[in-house]
């Protein structure tokens, strides 16, 4: 008889994005002209002031256990980009550093959530973060947004969801947001914060994109609102995204110190410390950052606007224009609506369009946007163009 589950692991399902990965990496394998659009990860290789400080740390022997909590350099330059960027001071005790942000945000949910708690969670929203919810033994509450509000979060709408979910405890904000792109303004943030304020809401703030934003969008963090709002907010960040070092993989928390301490000890019995040599060539990262950084962010902001505008002048789909991140989601409702294939709903076309077409999406029911796919712009001009060129032939020929 084979050993039963838990209910908790019936309840987490694969990632979409990984499991889209897989199977464009085995079309790729069978020799398939196979572009990409599903994973979000730079295109770019980290640079080499960063990999040079990695071959230092070898050299120097450095591969050891470190701190479980992070090695007190980087710990402390973490503090110094939090107060240089975000106006936000913080002590090396009031960070953990962690196997990346993912890492970061399931060991705060642990650290904080008893069972039953809830979770808001807007949609759509990151893929993970419903599932980091269930593994905590917290439940999520969605609450909508819509495309007129540039897929932000309204406090009416909040309010209403606190109002209407007695064991609400905290609130997962992203911004600039995977899916979708949107970036929060200061008077936004202040609305919301105001709202968890009042009901003494956490808000775990995901800002792993903070330096990919474009036009005159500026990040900025809700933690910056007040001292009434950075007591209840922990903030996550890493490499992964802003510094192309996805495989390194490194996030921190920062947040407050009561917090930062349980969810160490979660890390403790967990994973322990982040590998020696990333720690060491991230204290390098934030403290001697070259030109590379920018010049990504303004090939990132090339390509979106390119993507953009091919995206729009397909008949029938509508387009929310991002203002950071590296995702563009575009509605195709009226293809699934009106189509001579069969086909219902987004991941079906998805397979199609990875089948037929090698163009691999994420359907947007993935992120809780029925009616939608995302497109990662981590990807060339050349392919860009050319995948929208399927991915169009594609919707004119299920119409037809």
């Given at each position: 008889?084979?050993?039963?589950?838990?209910?908790?692991?019936?309840?987490?399902?694969?990632?979409?994005?990984?499991?889209?990965?897989?199977?464009?990496?085995?079309?790729?394998?069978?020799?398939?002209?196979?572009?990409?659009?599903?994973?979000?990860?730079?295109?770019?290789?980290?640079?080499?002031?960063?990999?040079?400080?990695?071959?230092?740390?070898?050299?120097?022997?450095?591969?050891?256990?470190?701190?479980?909590?992070?090695?007190?350099?980087?710990?402390?330059?973490?503090?110094?980009?939090?107060?240089?960027?975000?106006?936000?001071?913080?002590?090396?005790?009031?960070?953990?550093?962690?196997?990346?942000?993912?890492?970061?945000?399931?060991?705060?949910?642990?650290?904080?959530?008893?069972?039953?708690?809830?979770?808001?969670?807007?949609?759509?929203?990151?893929?993970?973060?419903?599932?980091?919810?269930?593994?905590?033994?917290?439940?999520?509450?969605?609450?909508?947004?819509?495309?007129?509000?540039?897929?932000?979060?309204?406090?009416?709408?909040?309010?209403?969801?606190?109002?209407?979910?007695?064991?609400?405890?905290?609130?997962?904000?992203?911004?600039?947001?995977?899916?979708?792109?949107?970036?929060?303004?200061?008077?936004?943030?202040?609305?919301?914060?105001?709202?968890?304020?009042?009901?003494?809401?956490?808000?775990?703030?995901?800002?792993?994109?903070?330096?990919?934003?474009?036009?005159?969008?500026?990040?900025?963090?809700?933690?910056?609102?007040?001292?009434?709002?950075?007591?209840?907010?922990?903030?996550?960040?890493?490499?992964?995204?802003?510094?192309?070092?996805?495989?390194?993989?490194?996030?921190?928390?920062?947040?407050?110190?009561?917090?930062?301490?349980?969810?160490?000890?979660?890390?403790?019995?967990?994973?322990?410390?982040?590998?020696?040599?990333?720690?060491?060539?991230?204290?390098?990262?934030?403290?001697?950052?070259?030109?590379?950084?920018?010049?990504?962010?303004?090939?990132?902001?090339?390509?979106?606007?390119?993507?953009?505008?091919?995206?729009?002048?397909?008949?029938?789909?509508?387009?929310?224009?991002?203002?950071?991140?590296?995702?563009?989601?575009?509605?195709?409702q009226w293809y699934l609506d009106n189509?001579?294939?069969?086909?219902?709903?987004?991941?079906?076309?998805?397979?199609?369009?990875?089948?037929?077409?090698?163009?691999?999406?994420?359907?947007?029911?993935?992120?809780?946007?029925?009616?939608?796919?995302?497109?990662?712009?981590?990807?060339?001009?050349?392919?860009?163009?050319?995948g929208v060129r399927r991915f169009a032939?594609?919707?004119?020929?299920?119409?037809?």
């Open positions: 008889m084979a050993i039963k589950l838990s209910n908790r692991t019936k309840l987490i399902k694969p990632s979409p994005t990984l499991s889209l990965s897989a199977k464009a990496n085995q079309l790729k394998e069978a020799g398939k002209d196979v572009i990409s659009f599903g994973v979000g990860e730079p295109d770019f290789n980290t640079p080499e002031y960063i990999k040079n400080a990695a071959h230092k740390a070898l050299d120097a022997n450095f591969t050891r256990y470190t701190p479980n909590a992070g090695i007190m350099d980087l710990r402390k330059v973490i503090a110094a980009k939090l107060l240089r960027e975000n106006g936000l001071e913080y002590a090396p005790k009031d960070i953990l550093v962690s196997p990346g942000a993912k890492n970061s945000i399931l060991n705060i949910l642990i650290a904080v959530c008893d069972t039953n708690d809830q979770v808001l969670i807007p949609t759509p929203y990151w893929v993970s973060y419903p599932y980091q919810t269930l593994l905590a033994n917290a439940q999520p509450v969605y609450i909508e947004t819509r495309m007129e509000d540039a897929f932000k979060l309204q406090p009416a709408d909040l309010e209403k969801a606190i109002l209407e979910s007695p064991c609400a405890k905290v609130l997962m904000m992203n911004s600039p947001s995977n899916p979708t792109g949107s970036v929060y303004n200061r008077e936004e943030l202040a609305a919301l914060a105001e709202i968890c304020v009042k009901h003494d809401i956490l808000v775990i703030s995901d800002e792993i994109y903070e330096r990919l934003v474009y036009d005159d969008a500026k990040h900025i963090s809700i933690a910056s609102i007040s001292e009434e709002m950075k007591a209840r907010t922990v903030i996550v960040n890493g490499v992964s995204k802003v510094y192309a070092m996805t495989g390194w993989r490194l996030g921190f928390a920062a947040g407050p110190a009561h917090i930062i301490a349980a969810a160490g000890r979660v890390q403790e019995h967990a994973t322990s410390c982040v590998n020696s040599i990333t720690q060491k060539a991230c204290v390098v990262a934030y403290n001697e950052e070259d030109d590379s950084i920018e010049k990504m962010r303004q090939e990132f902001w090339k390509r979106r606007d390119r993507l953009y505008d091919l995206l729009n002048e397909i008949p029938h789909v509508t387009c929310f224009k991002p203002q950071g991140a590296f995702y563009i989601m575009p509605n195709i189509n001579n294939a069969g086909i219902t709903n987004a991941d079906e076309f998805c397979t199609l369009l990875l089948e037929k077409y090698y163009v691999a999406l994420v359907a947007g029911g993935s992120f809780g946007m029925e009616g939608t796919v995302r497109f990662s712009y981590a990807n060339s001009i050349q392919n860009i163009e050319e032939m594609l919707l004119k020929e299920i119409s037809s």
